[in-house]
């Protein structure tokens, strides 16, 4: 186990290299992939997450630790797939129609796909329809909206407007945050969830999932 | 009627221009345009401060050049006299003349750098913001060299193609021409600007409609929100883009 807590340590160190190669070993001595994501993956993802709340690290550091992780994953989901194990639940997450900003995004569809979500992730300037056919399509148990701009904010609200046209807005749980984004906001425009951080926004949807 | 005018330094030249022709008397306090780099609630706090500083029995309103700002103007208090402030996203609101304008063209080309001549005179933050400004708080700004230096050849590899990343979603600069200018150089900056970014290149007509309204106290309610002493701004997400709400309303965020 002591090589597993190096490969906790890798990847909040940020070292994809290290992380694969210890995945790699560990799924070689038949250490469980369910165990190597719930005891060792998600731990290291919710302490990068800590450190970057309390300034120790910034969006660089988180970058790089959710890309060390995302390798590891990719060694462990198909052996989970193949097992038929579920991930904890589906998120579609997007940047809002006219925003082509995407850092936020980004790192919150890596915090959450390292709290061992399934992300379905459609990119930036997202129309209300492209996330309406997905939602149909996927049947996510989340949407996660994203806006940098007060100018594209307004696309959040017609995105929920779209999903209750469309009759589906009790199918999923909407999540929203971006730089000028706000919990009053959130509620205004009737989203389940604001956060006003990435991994923050791991907390939001794990007491959702509740 | 005296007004003080409380600005963004990135109207120096429309403001000044306006000002020396308008009835009234208005004194001019520029802020830095680095207040927008820095997280909303300090630029917040820098403008409430040189509100707070002004003697306002010596005028009748404190003009604002300034829009929402990314919601730093939210929670700009009137003391003891009105504060007039345009209903407008950013200053390219302003500049355009109104919001529709901005909305539509910002519509039909989301990945444009907008320059006018106080973008390019006032464009780079002062040293003060150096720190403070939040693209240096989150690493945005680092070189690729600092990011070799903190975080390995490969990470940086990989850091700096996220990091610039939102950058080629951007293909244009729009000049923006208030025909103001002394000649065309702000005009020959901007088409060298994106000839060396292999950027497109577009040219617009300024309106000086809201600045004029702004500084002559024609402040109709559609155009301008006036906040009562006692009142505080709050940003709505609708048409009209700001409202004033009561300080004492129990909804304090």
Same mark, same amino acid.
């Given at each position: 186990?002591?090589?597993?807590?190096?490969?906790?340590?890798?990847? &909040?160190?940020?070292?994809?290299?290290?992380?694969?190669?210890?995945?790699?070993?560990?799924?070689?001595?038949?250490?469980?992939?369910?165990?190597?994501?719930?005891?060792?993956? &998600?731990?290291?993802?919710?302490?990068?997450?800590?450190?970057?709340?309390?300034?120790?690290?910034?969006?660089?550091?988180?970058?790089?630790?959710?890309?060390?992780?995302?390798?590891?994953?990719?060694?462990?989901?198909?052996?989970?797939?193949?097992?038929?194990?579920?991930?904890?639940?589906?998120?579609?997450?997007?940047?809002?129609?006219?925003?082509?900003?995407? &850092?936020?995004?980004?790192?919150?569809?890596?915090?959450?796909?390292?709290?061992?979500?399934? &992300?379905?992730?459609?990119?930036?300037?997202?129309?209300?329809?492209?996330?309406? +056919?997905?939602?149909?399509?996927?049947?996510?148990?989340?949407?996660?909206?994203?806006?940098?701009?007060?100018?594209?904010?307004?696309?959040?609200?017609?995105?929920?407007?779209?999903?209750?046209?469309?009759?589906?807005?009790? +199918?999923?749980?909407?999540?929203?945050?971006?730089?000028?984004?706000?919990?009053?906001?959130?509620?205004?425009?009737?989203?389940?969830?604001?956060?006003?951080?990435?991994?923050?926004?791991?907390?939001?949807?794990?007491?959702?999932?509740? | 009627?005296?007004?003080?005018?409380?600005?963004?330094? @990135?109207?120096?030249?429309?403001?000044?221009?306006?000002?020396?022709?308008?009835?009234? !008397? @208005?004194?001019?306090?520029?802020?830095?345009?680095?207040?927008?780099?820095?997280?909303?609630?300090?630029?917040?706090?820098?403008?409430?401060?040189?509100?707070?500083?002004?003697?306002?029995?010596? /005028? !009748?309103?404190?003009?604002?050049?300034?829009?929402? $700002?990314? #919601?730093?103007?939210?929670?700009?208090?009137?003391?003891?006299?009105?504060?007039?402030?345009?209903?407008?996203?950013? $200053?390219?609101?302003?500049?355009?003349? #109104?919001?529709?304008?901005?909305?539509?063209?910002?519509? #039909?080309?989301?990945?444009?750098?907008?320059?006018?001549?106080?973008?390019?005179?006032?464009?780079?933050?002062?040293?003060?913001?150096?720190?403070?400004?939040?693209? !240096?708080?989150?690493?945005?700004?680092?070189?690729?060299?600092?990011?070799?230096?903190?975080?390995?050849?490969?990470?940086?590899?990989?850091?700096?193609?996220?990091?610039?990343?939102?950058?080629?979603? /951007?293909?244009?600069?729009? /000049?923006?021409?208030?025909?103001?200018?002394?000649?065309?150089?702000?005009?020959? !900056?901007?088409?060298?600007?994106?000839?060396?970014?292999?950027?497109?290149?577009?040219?617009?007509?300024?309106?000086?409609?809201?600045?004029?309204?702004?500084? #002559?106290?024609?402040?109709?309610?559609?155009?301008?929100?006036?906040?009562?002493?006692?009142?505080?701004?709050?940003?709505?997400?609708?048409?009209?883009?700001?409202?004033?709400?009561? $300080?004492?309303?129990?909804?304090?965020?």
């Amino acid at each position: 186990m002591e090589q597993l807590q190096k490969l906790s340590e890798a990847i &909040i160190n940020g070292d994809a290299k290290a992380a694969r190669e210890l995945t790699r070993e560990a799924l070689n001595h038949r250490v469980d992939p369910k165990v190597i994501v719930k005891d060792y993956l &998600i731990p290291a993802m919710d302490e990068v997450g800590k450190r970057f709340e309390c300034n120790e690290f910034f969006v660089p550091e988180l970058l790089i630790a959710a890309r060390a992780m995302k390798g590891s994953l990719e060694l462990i989901n198909p052996i989970l797939a193949s097992r038929g194990d579920k991930p904890a639940g589906r998120v579609v997450i997007g940047t809002v129609k006219g925003d082509l900003h995407d &850092i936020g995004k980004n790192l919150v569809a890596s915090m959450l796909e390292g709290a061992g979500f399934e &992300i379905i992730d459609l990119g930036v300037d997202v129309s209300p329809e492209t996330f309406v +056919n997905s939602i149909k399509e996927k049947q996510p148990t989340f949407l996660a909206l994203s806006a940098l701009l007060t100018t594209t904010m307004p696309s959040m609200k017609h995105t929920i407007d779209a999903l209750k046209e469309a009759g589906i807005r009790d +199918n999923v749980k909407v999540l929203v945050g971006g730089a000028p984004v706000s919990s009053r906001y959130a509620e205004e425009i009737g989203a389940d969830g604001y956060s006003d951080s990435a991994s923050g926004a791991v907390g939001l949807v794990r007491s959702l999932m509740t | 009627m005296r007004y003080k005018l409380i600005s963004c330094e @990135v109207f120096y030249r429309e403001m000044c221009y306006t000002i020396s022709q308008s009835p009234h !008397q @208005v004194d001019i306090e520029f802020l830095p345009k680095g207040l927008h780099d820095i997280q909303s609630s300090m630029m917040l706090a820098r403008i409430q401060e040189r509100i707070d500083a002004t003697d306002q029995s010596q /005028y !009748q309103a404190i003009l604002f050049g300034y829009g929402l $700002c990314n #919601n730093g103007i939210e929670g700009l208090t009137a003391r003891d006299i009105p504060l007039v402030i345009p209903r407008a996203h950013d $200053c390219i609101t302003v500049f355009l003349g #109104n919001k529709e304008r901005y909305l539509s063209y910002f519509n #039909n080309n989301p990945g444009v750098y907008f320059k006018t001549s106080g973008w390019i005179e006032r464009g780079t933050p002062g040293k003060e913001f150096d720190q403070l400004s939040i693209q !240096q708080k989150t690493g945005l700004e680092l070189s690729y060299a600092d990011l070799v230096k903190k975080y390995g050849e490969e990470n940086a590899q990989f850091l700096f193609e996220e990091l610039t990343k939102y950058k080629d979603r /951007y293909n244009s600069f729009t /000049y923006i021409e208030m025909g103001i200018e002394p000649d065309d150089r702000f005009e020959k !900056q901007t088409r060298k600007d994106a000839e060396e970014a292999g950027w497109g290149f577009q040219k617009v007509s300024g309106d000086m409609t809201l600045i004029h309204r702004l500084i #002559n106290g024609k402040w109709n309610e559609d155009e301008f929100l006036v906040v009562r002493p006692g009142y505080r701004v709050v940003a709505n997400f609708k048409d009209t883009i700001i409202e004033a709400e009561p $300080c004492d309303s129990a909804d304090q965020k």
